[in-house]
C-alpha cells in the first residue's frame, strides 16, 4: 500500500508540474494562447467578460504575473471533494490488488505450486504498473520510459521487501502462512 500511495502521490505531481510547464511553454511560444486560456478561466470563474478582457490585456504586459494567475487559477493541486477522494483511493487499492491476489486464488484450484503463483502475480503487477506509467508520462509530458520503469521498479522493490520480511518472520519466528 505504502508503494501505491507514492506512486499516486508521485504521479499527481508529475502531472501537475507538467501542467504548470504547458503554461509557461505557452507564455514563451505562444502567448495568445495562454490569454484564450486565461480569459476561460476567468470566465468560468464567473468574471464578467469586459473585466475579462481588462484584465487579460492588462496582464498580458507582464508575462510573469499572467502565468502565475493561470497556474493559480487552472491548476489543480488538491481534489475538492475528500469523500470523492476516498472512494476513488479505496476502489483503485482494491482494483490495485486484484492483480497480485486473484493468482493465488486460480493458482490454489488448479494445484499451482506458490512460488509460480508469486511469479505470476508480481509479472502482473509489474505489467500493470508499467501500462499506469506510460499514461502517467503521456499526461505530464515526461519521459515515457523512465516513469513506467520507475513504477515498475517501485512495485518489484515493495514486493522485494514485502517477500523478505515474510520470509525472516518464517526463519526467526516460525510464522508459516
Known sequence: MTSGAYLSAKSKNDIYTGEVNEIKMKAAVLP????????????DKGVEEKLVEEMVEELSKNKDAMVNLAISLGVEETPEDPKEVAITTGIYYILGALPAILPF?????????????????????????????????????????????????????????????????????GIEV
Open 105 to 173: 486464488f486460480i493458482g490454489y484450484f488448479f494445484g499451482l505450486d506458490t512460488i509460480t503463483i508469486a511469479i505470476i502475480a508480481i509479472a502482473i503487477s509489474a505489467i500493470i504498473s508499467f501500462v499506469v506509467g506510460i499514461f502517467t508520462a503521456v499526461l505530464s509530458g515526461i519521459s515515457i520510459k523512465r516513469k513506467a520503469f520507475e513504477n515498475v521498479l517501485i512495485i518489484i522493490g515493495a514486493t522485494m521487501a514485502t517477500y523478505t520480511i515474510g520470509t525472516l518472520a518464517k526463519m526467526w519466528l
Open 32 to 43: 495568445d494562447s495562454l490569454k484564450a486560456d486565461l480569459s476561460e478561466i476567468l470566465k
